[in-house]
């Protein structure tokens, strides 16, 4: 028979398990040298500014190069995958069933050729343009229900010559700003883990 200070501590509700506090970061580019600086790797570039800003190595894993960044108690695994663009999707999927990550903690980071140079915006769902990175996302998560962050590219290139723009590399002008583009890319990604995705959209969306 239980003590009167046994069934009082019988009755305490169990302990809550905090809410998950993992999130898959993954910036969309293609692997090699020669795709290195252009402008349809923006995805890897901003990962690439996170990890230098902050001492972060990479590895090579499957299907992709991982990294993992630990800030105010969150963990954002960042992933750039090594699939080409074209096959994005399966990494992300491969990733997210690995890691057991949330589709909502999920967010993509592309260029986009509708938004003008350097113009950052964030959303929580939306068609693929016609970028085939985003396209094959799709297909894989058989949902357009993700988030999703477009970096400006603008489309300032001749008809004909989109592929030749995208695939080419950044200009002069273009490299001068960059880097605050980037450093405000990062807040971006840390206001996604600790603020949530709507505050996160109210406070960066066209700035």
Do not use: C
């Not at 239980?2 to 009755?11: D, N, Q, R, V, Y």
């Not at 993992?22 to 790797?41: A, D, E, M, Q, S």
């Amino acid at each position: 028979m239980l003590s009167f200070f046994g069934k009082i501590f019988a009755k305490q509700p169990k302990e809550e398990i905090p809410p998950m506090k993992k999130f898959l970061i993954v910036g969309l580019g293609n692997i090699g040298p020669k795709y290195h600086n252009t402008r349809h790797n923006i995805g890897f570039k901003v990962l690439d500014h996170l990890a230098e800003k902050e001492g972060l190595v990479f590895e090579s894993q499957k299907l992709g190069d991982l990294a993992t960044y630990k800030f105010k108690g969150r963990t954002f695994l960042l992933l750039k995958p090594s699939t080409y663009m074209n096959l994005s999707g399966k990494a992300v999927n491969y990733w997210l069933q690995k890691e057991k990550v949330p589709l909502e903690h999920l967010l993509v980071i592309t260029d986009d050729l509708n938004l003008p140079f350097g113009t950052l915006r964030v959303k929580t769902k939306g068609s693929d343009g016609g970028h085939n990175g985003l396209k094959d996302i799709q297909s894989q998560l058989g949902t357009t229900q993700y988030n999703r962050f477009r970096f400006g590219i603008s489309d300032e290139f001749t008809k004909g010559r989109q592929v030749d723009y995208v695939l080419g590399e950044w200009d002069e002008e273009e490299n001068k700003k960059l880097p605050e583009r980037l450093d405000k890319s990062l807040e971006i990604i840390r206001s996604f883990g600790t603020a949530g995705i709507n505050n996160t959209m109210n406070t960066f969306n066209g700035k």
